[in-house]
C-alpha cells in the first residue's frame, strides 16, 4: 500500500495532516503558533481576539479537576490592533494560521474581521461559545438567530475559510450549527468548553476568581463526540472535532463520529508540543494497519452503523 | 478518579506558620507544603493571595520537615496583601513548577539584586553542599532594603562562599550596582558558569559581561504567568514557555530571544511592554 494520505481538506483550504492546535492555548504569540506548527499541527487556531485589549481575569485562571481543567483567563487579548501589528511585524507566515475571534455583536465581528482580512491569516473561527464572559459567548450561541446573523456578518467581510465555533450548553447544537451554516459558515467546530466549577473544601471558596470556567480535557470527550456525530448528521459541511483529544485513538474516535479533523488544546499541558506528531504517527500506523488510502476514508464511519 | 487525590495543578491550602521581616518592604512568608519543599533551585510556586489574585513566585527556601517559603516585596497593593499574611492565616499554593538552575561543584559566580536573591540563595546552599567555590554578589539600592542580610552572613561563614555586597548609597559594601561590582570581579578572577536573577535590565547587563568573557550563565526570567501549566501562552518569550522551559534560561535560549530579554515583556493583555 502506498504511503496513506493523511491531507484534509475544510472548505477552502487543505491541511497537510487532520490535527489543529485549538484557541487559547499557546496561541497569543506569533513565535509559539509557529513552533506548534513545526512540531506537526496541521494548522493553528490563535487566542480568541477582540475589538480593544483585555487583561482577563486575576488568578487562580487555571485549575486542573479529575479528568481535566477548569479555566477562566476571560479572554484576555491584546485587542485587534496589536495583534494586527505583530502580524506585520512577524512577517511571513509559513503556516495556516486562523485568527479565532470574538465579540458581543455583529458590528464587533464584522470590524475586526475586517481589519484582520486583509493580514496573511488563512481564515477566522468565530468564537460564539465562550462559556464564562457575559455578554460574549454562550448568550450568542444559545439564540440560533444571533448566531446566524453574526456568521452571515462575518462572512460578508471575508472570503476566506469561516469556522463557527460551537458549545454544548445550549438546547440544541444543531440548531446553532444549522444557523451557522445558513449564515455562510464553512465548517463548524465542535466543541467550546462546558460551563463547571470547583470550590475548595478547606476554605468553602470557588477555586476560580471568576467561580465559574470553562471544563476542558478528557472530561468532556463524550459530550464533543456526541456534538460531531449529530451535527455532521445534520449538515452538510465539513466539522472540526474538539474536546479532550489526548492521543490518536481519541482523534480516530472524532474522525468516525464525522470529524474532518481535530483540535487539541488541553493536551499540550500532558504532552506539550509532541502531541501533533504523536497523533499524526498514530493514525498514519492504524492507516496502514487497516489499509485505509485516505484520511477522508474514515470520517463518519460511526454513522454506517445506526 | 477519586475526588479526595491531591491534585498537583489544584491549589493546596496552606497555613502561614512565620514570617521572616527581610527589609521594611520585604517579607519572607513559611509554611509547610510536601511538594514545594521537595523544589529545586530555580523552581517556582504559583501562590494563591485568598480573593486577590495568584502568581508565580519564587521558592526562597525548601527545607526538612515540609517546610517550604516565598519572600514577597508588598510594594503594590496585591502584593501588600500578601505581605501583610497573619502567622496562621490561609494561601494557596500550586506546583512547584519549571525547570531549575543547573548544580555544578565549579568555581561559580552568583548575581542577585534585591528579590531577585530569592531563588539564588537555595542555589547558593546547593552549590556549597556539592563542594563548590561560590562568589555571591547581593546587591540593592541601600543596606536597609537589602533582603536576606542574616542568610547571606549566614553562608558568607560557610567553607568556600565568598558574598559581596553592592548598594547603590554604599551604606554598605562596594557603592555600585550589583552588576557593575559582578563585571568587577569577573575582570580579575575566574569562573566556569554565571547565575543571575533580579530586575530585568540588570541580568541583560551581567548576561553580556558573561559573553565577553565566554563564561555560560543561566538567569531566571519573571513573566505574567496564569496558568503555570503550559496552557495559556502568558508567559512565552520567543518560542520558549517559561512555565514549562524556565524560568531558568541559559545562554543559548537568551541569545535566540535577544529580540526580547532586556527588550520588552509583555502585560496581562499580552501587549509588547518596553523595560
Redesign the interface.
Known amino acids: 500500500m502506498p504511503e496513506p494520505d493523511l491531507s484534509t481538506q475544510i472548505g477552502p483550504i487543505t491541511l497537510g495532516n487532520p490535527t489543529m492546535l485549538a484557541s ?6 506569533l ?2 503558533l ?2 506548534a506548527f513545526d512540531a506537526g499541527a496541521g494548522a493553528v487556531v490563535s ?1 480568541s481576539i477582540g475589538l480593544e ?4 481575569y ?10 481535566g ?1 477548569l ?1 477562566a ?1 476571560g479572554l ?4 485587534v490592533h ?1 495583534f494586527a501589528r505583530e502580524l506585520e511585524e512577524y512577517g511571513t507566515l509559513a503556516f495556516p494560521l486562523i485568527a479565532s475571534v470574538f465579540g458581543g455583536s455583529a458590528e464587533e465581528i464584522s470590524a475586526i474581521i475586517r481589519i484582520l482580512d486583509g493580514y496573511a491569516v488563512s481564515g477566522f473561527e468565530l468564537n460564539l461559545s465562550c462559556p464564562h464572559v457575559k455578554g460574549a459567548g454562550v448568550e450568542v450561541a444559545s439564540n440560533p438567530e444571533l448566531v446566524r446573523e453574526i456568521v452571515h456578518a462575518a462572512r460578508s467581510q471575508t472570503s476566506k475559510i469561516l469556522v463557527a465555533k460551537l458549545s454544548a450548553g445550549v438546547t440544541s447544537i444543531v440548531k446553532t450549527a444549522e444557523a451557522a451554516v445558513d449564515g455562510g459558515a464553512d465548517a463548524l467546530c465542535a466543541m467550546n468548553t462546558l460551563r463547571a466549577m ?1 470550590i ?1 473544601i ?2 468553602s ?1 470557588p ?1 476560580l ?1 471568576n467561580v465559574i470556567g470553562g471544563l476542558s480535557g478528557s472530561a468532556i470527550k463524550p459530550v464533543a463526540v456526541r456534538c460531531v456525530y449529530e451535527i455532521s448528521e445534520a449538515v452538510d459541511k465539513p466539522v472540526i472535532g474538539c474536546g479532550g483529544v489526548q492521543n490518536w485513538q481519541d482523534a480516530l474516535e472524532f474522525l468516525l463520529a464525522g470529524a474532518s479533523a481535530v483540535q487539541m ?2 493536551a ?2 500532558y504532552k ?1 508540543f509532541d502531541v501533533f506528531r504523536e497523533v499524526v504517527e498514530g493514525l498514519r500506523k492504524y492507516m496502514i494497519e487497516k489499509n485505509v488510502e485516505n484520511v477522508k476514508n474514515l470520517v463518519g464511519l460511526a454513522h454506517t452503523h445506526q | ?3 479526595w ?1 491531591t ?5 493546596r ?1 496552606v497555613k502561614v506558620e512565620s514570617v521572616v521581616d527581610e527589609s521594611p518592604e520585604i517579607r519572607t512568608l513559611i509554611f509547610r507544603d510536601g511538594p514545594s519543599s521537595a523544589a529545586v533551585p530555580g523552581q517556582f510556586i ?1 501562590v ?1 493571595i ?6 508565580p513566585m519564587s521558592i526562597s527556601m525548601a527545607g526538612p520537615e515540609d517546610l517550604a517559603a516565598v519572600t514577597v516585596r508588598g510594594h503594590t497593593p496585591n502584593s501588600r496583601v500578601l505581605y501583610d499574611s497573619q502567622v496562621g492565616s ?1 494561601i ?1 499554593v500550586r506546583g512547584p513548577y519549571g525547570n531549575s538552575f543547573t548544580l555544578t561543584s565549579g568555581r561559580s559566580l552568583v548575581v542577585g539584586g534585591g528579590t531577585g536573591l530569592a531563588p539564588l540563595l537555595p542555589l547558593v546552599e546547593k552549590l556549597q553542599q556539592l563542594g563548590g567555590e561560590v562568589t555571591l554578589v547581593a546587591g540593592a539600592k541601600t543596606v536597609v532594603a537589602l533582603p536576606f542580610k542574616q542568610r547571606t552572613s549566614a553562608l558568607s561563614q560557610l567553607q568556600g562562599v565568598t558574598v559581596k555586597i553592592a548598594t547603590e548609597d554604599g551604606s554598605r559594601g562596594a557603592k555600585a550596582l550589583a552588576s557593575q561590582l559582578a563585571e568587577k570581579i569577573l575582570a580579575t578572577h575566574d569562573f566556569d558558569r554565571i547565575y543571575t536573577c533580579g530586575p530585568e535590565p540588570m541580568m541583560h547587563r551581567v548576561f553580556h559581561v558573561g559573553e565577553k568573557r565566554g563564561i555560560p550563565l543561566e538567569t531566571s526570567l519573571e513573566r505574567v504567568m ?9 508567559c ?1 518569550m ?2 520558549y ?1 517559561l512555565c ?1 522551559e524556565g524560568p531558568v534560561l541559559d545562554s543559548a535560549r537568551l541569545r535566540e530571544v535577544s529580540s526580547e530579554f532586556g527588550v520588552h515583556q ?7 511592554v518596553p523595560f
Open positions: 487559547g492555548v499557546m496561541g497569543s504569540s513565535h509559539t509557529q513552533r487566542k485589549p483585555r487583561a482577563g486575576q488568578g487562580p485562571t487555571v485549575v486542573e479537576v479529575d479528568c481543567y479555566n483567563i484576555a487579548n491584546p485587542g496589536e470547583a475548595d478547606q476554605t471558596r477555586l476568581s488544546g488541553t499540550l499541558t506539550g | 478518579m477519586s475526588g487525590r491534585l498537583i495543578n489544584r491549589p491550602l504559583m494563591w485568598l480573593g486577590v489574585d495568584e502568581n490561609f494557596g496564569k496558568c503555570g501549566v503550559g496552557l495559556c501562552g502568558s512565552t520567543g518560542k514557555v514549562t509583555r502585560d496581562h493583555c499580552g501587549r509588547k
